[in-house]
């Protein structure tokens, strides 16, 4: 089986690099003034599902699976259109979170339609969406998948209890990758990327939303109710390595390119990027730290308005079926999050892909799983504040 390109969707992982509209209007909302605030009951627009049997998605490039042959194909997609008779619009636009915000939230806070009836983003964006009441709860009577197959351990993220907005797409962690030859001794803790034998040869995010949380579990804390106090901890901690030139620099997902040369020997990584990685590199390896990692996810919601929701819910629930998730795992090489995929692949008559059910980066095991945590998202009363003075530290 063939990986998926390096240059994956999750690979755009790159985000809030400046205190952009986004953030502005977070902030509006955290100060009490809500103009861009939706109610409930102005979230629905008339169904015509039942009468138009289509829905248009919006996703990040390569996050689906193809056709070897043929990239254009997606078969999971086609299987799905071909059993319901639903049309579906398949539109490759978010590149990025906050640029996809920009564009689509003149029409949500001016109770506008989208054109789209289900988006995929990452939960951190999720939960402005959330709180601004831009997205409609979905109807789990349209979802029986999703009610039965969905990984406990994203059940109940602090932004979106019991998942009543938002249903996976696929998961990931950030760790810490290395390598493991040209280091000549292993990792386990966070704290030892701040040993003398890393200096000036470790990275580290440079996406607030992408680094914090892994940096504070180092230092024991629960992220799933992390304080200020803990955030100005770490950046007071971060700012330390930095004079003394432990860190080389913050990067996006430029990392890989810096690990590949040995220009570092070590940084935060996602470990989808590391499963692509380790193909050409056995000797990089990826640690979840013994004092855990941060497992986050990217998630399909229905924005206000959109006027194939039921539609949109029975793409969701297909996703679901273990046989489908099973599928597209096999191209994405994220985690993912219907665990009951496992076995499906597990009894492949393909080695490879039957190898993929073994890949605790793909299906964690239970060692690994005690060790992930979803971190407690940053508020809109937090996010200014906090932006400003770590953008500053990351040199954005």
Same mark, same amino acid.
């Given at each position: 089986?063939?990986?998926?390109?390096?240059? !994956?969707?999750?690979?755009?992982?790159?985000?809030?690099?400046?205190?952009?509209?986004?953030?502005?209007?977070?902030?509006?909302?955290?100060?009490?003034?809500?103009?861009?605030?939706?109610?409930?009951?102005?979230?629905?627009?008339?169904?015509?599902?039942?009468?138009?049997?289509?829905?248009?998605?919006?996703?990040?490039?390569?996050?689906?699976?193809?056709?070897?042959?043929?990239?254009?194909?997606?078969?999971?997609?086609?299987? +799905?259109?071909?059993?319901?008779?639903?049309?579906?619009?398949?539109? *490759?636009?978010?590149?990025?979170?906050?640029?996809? +915000?920009?564009?689509?939230?003149?029409?949500?806070?001016?109770?506008?339609?989208?054109?789209?009836?289900?988006?995929?983003?990452?939960?951190?964006?999720?939960?402005? +969406?959330?709180?601004?009441?831009?997205?409609?709860?979905?109807?789990?009577?349209?979802?029986?998948?999703?009610?039965?197959?969905?990984?406990?351990?994203?059940? !109940?993220? #602090?932004?979106?209890?019991?998942?009543?907005?938002?249903?996976?797409?696929?998961?990931?962690?950030?760790?810490?990758?290395?390598?493991?030859?040209?280091?000549?001794?292993?990792?386990?803790?966070?704290?030892?990327?701040?040993? !003398?034998?890393?200096?000036?040869?470790?990275?580290?995010?440079?996406?607030?939303? *992408?680094? +914090?949380?892994?940096?504070?579990?180092?230092?024991?804390?629960?992220?799933?109710?992390?304080?200020?106090?803990?955030?100005?901890?770490?950046?007071?901690?971060?700012?330390?390595?930095?004079?003394?030139?432990?860190?080389?620099?913050?990067?996006?997902?430029?990392?890989?390119?810096?690990?590949?040369?040995?220009?570092?020997?070590?940084?935060?990584?996602? !470990?989808?990027?590391?499963?692509?990685?380790?193909?050409?590199?056995?000797?990089?390896?990826?640690?979840?730290?013994?004092?855990?990692?941060?497992?986050?996810?990217?998630?399909?919601?229905?924005?206000?308005?959109?006027?194939?929701?039921?539609?949109?819910?029975?793409?969701?629930?297909?996703?679901?079926?273990?046989?489908?998730?099973? *599928?597209?795992?096999?191209?994405?090489?994220?985690?993912?999050?219907?665990? &009951?995929?496992?076995?499906?692949? &597990?009894?492949?008559?393909?080695?490879?892909?039957? &190898?993929? #059910?073994?890949?605790?980066?793909?299906?964690?095991?239970?060692?690994?799983?005690?060790?992930?945590?979803?971190?407690?998202?940053?508020?809109?009363?937090?996010?200014?504040?906090?932006?400003?003075?770590?953008?500053?530290?990351?040199?954005?």
């Amino acid at each position: 089986m063939a990986l998926p390109p390096m240059n !994956s969707p999750l690979s755009r992982r790159t985000l809030l690099r400046t205190l952009g509209a986004g953030t502005l209007i977070g902030g509006l909302a955290g100060c009490g003034v809500r103009p861009a605030y939706v109610s409930a009951a102005d979230r629905a627009a008339t169904d015509v599902s039942a009468t138009e049997k289509r829905l248009t998605w919006a996703n990040w490039p390569l996050y689906i699976d193809t056709d070897d042959a043929d990239q254009t194909r997606r078969p999971t997609l086609e299987a +799905f259109q071909k059993r319901t008779g639903i049309s579906v619009d398949y539109v *490759e636009e978010i590149n990025d979170n906050d640029e996809f +915000f920009g564009k689509i939230s003149p029409a949500l806070m001016n109770h506008q339609r989208t054109g789209r009836d289900l988006i995929v983003i990452s939960d951190w964006m999720c939960a402005r +969406f959330v709180r601004l009441g831009w997205v409609q709860e979905m109807d789990r009577a349209h979802q029986p998948n999703v009610t039965k197959y969905l990984d406990p351990l994203l059940r !109940s993220p #602090a932004f979106d209890p019991g998942r009543k907005f938002t249903v996976p797409w696929q998961s990931g962690i950030t760790g810490i990758a290395y390598n493991r030859r040209r280091l000549g001794r292993e990792i386990r803790h966070v704290s030892d990327l701040w040993a !003398s034998d890393l200096k000036g040869r470790v990275t580290l995010l440079s996406g607030l939303d *992408e680094a +914090f949380a892994l940096l504070m579990q180092g230092n024991g804390v629960d992220i799933t109710r992390w304080t200020a106090d803990d955030f100005h901890t770490i950046c007071d901690q971060v700012e330390k390595q930095i004079d003394r030139g432990q860190i080389r620099r913050f990067t996006g997902n430029d990392y890989i390119k810096d690990l590949s040369s040995g220009d570092v020997l070590a940084c935060q990584a996602y !470990s989808g990027d590391v499963i692509q990685l380790q193909a050409d590199d056995p000797d990089i390896r990826f640690v979840v730290p013994e004092e855990g990692a941060e497992l986050w996810s990217e998630s399909l919601m229905v924005p206000n308005l959109a006027r194939h929701k039921t539609n949109a819910e029975r793409l969701i629930d297909y996703y679901y079926e273990p046989e489908v998730a099973a *599928e597209l795992a096999t191209w994405v090489n994220y985690v993912c999050p219907v665990p &009951a995929a496992q076995d499906i692949l &597990a009894s492949s008559k393909d080695e490879d892909t039957a &190898a993929l #059910a073994e890949d605790p980066l793909i299906f964690p095991d239970r060692a690994m799983r005690r060790r992930l945590a979803i971190a407690r998202d940053i508020t809109s009363e937090e996010r200014v504040e906090f932006a400003k003075r770590w953008n500053a530290i990351a040199g954005l």
